[in-house]
């Protein structure tokens, strides 16, 4: 295991009154593990956030690099009427056939 730095950290009332309950319940068997796990989450979920950045990135520079000619954004629009038009004749027809 690690070698343990100690430090000091002010908090909130709130957030001193929810530590003392997690110790209290017995989640935890002291305020520094509950700070522990609290950091662990919070590393977790830079991590996560790091990975959905880096997957941004990376699709919108496979989209600036596409060669692929652009669409027209009208032309686009009709696209997508066209097709959530389709869509709603399909299930027009599948209710219908459903009935029947």
């Known amino acids: ?54 997957s941004i990135r990376a699709r919108v520079k496979a989209s600036i690099e596409d060669k692929r000619p652009a669409v027209p954004l009208d032309e686009a629009i009709d696209r997508v009427k066209s097709r959530i038009s389709q869509m709603t004749r399909d299930s027009d027809d599948s209710t219908s056939r459903r009935r029947s």
Do not use: W
């Open 1 to 54: 295991m690690e070698a343990a730095e100690k430090i000091s950290v002010t908090v909130t009332p709130a957030m001193a009154r929810m530590i003392r309950e997690r110790v209290e319940d017995g989640s935890y068997g002291s305020a520094s593990e509950v700070i522990r796990a609290a950091l662990r989450a919070f590393q977790r979920e830079e991590e996560e956030h790091a990975e959905r950045m880096a």
